[in-house]
């Protein structure tokens, strides 16, 4: 097997992944290592306590924004219904985010 980089998921987004109806994913930038994460890079995507990767991904393109500017488009490309809905779930995994902070969305394709 390759050694492809990791990202980890949530175990709830599992099958939306697998399925594609999750085809991104956004990251606090100040709590990540996310350096090694560029557009044409694969990676494996792991739950928390998986040994082995449930989905191989490609990345295909990577934007920057803050959390105040998450949108419904976007929402609706991590499988949520509206911005609000994604910026709540964000908060579950980053309780301390803040309107000012820098995002990383991640837009790949599963394989």
């Known amino acids: ?3 492809f ?3 980890l998921f949530a ?3 599992v099958s939306p992944v697998v399925t594609k109806k999750k085809r991104a994913t956004t990251r606090l930038i100040r709590s990540e290592a ?3 994460l ?3 890079v694969r990676v494996f995507a792991h739950t928390p306590k998986s040994e082995h990767p449930f989905a ?3 990345i ?3 934007e920057d924004r ?3 500017e998450i949108d419904d488009d976007l929402a609706h490309t991590e499988n949520l219904e509206s911005g609000i809905e994604l910026q709540n779930s964000l908060k579950q995994f980053y309780p301390d985010i803040v309107d000012e902070d820098l995002v990383r969305v991640i837009f790949f394709v599963c394989f």
């Open 5 to 7: 980089p990791m990202l």
């Open 66 to 68: 803050k959390f105040s």
């Open 60 to 62: 295909h393109s990577i």
């Open 11 to 13: 175990p709830e987004f």
């Open 1 to 3: 097997m390759d050694n």
């Open 34 to 36: 996310l350096s090694a």
């Open 38 to 40: 560029a557009p044409g």
């Open 56 to 58: 191989q991904l490609e």
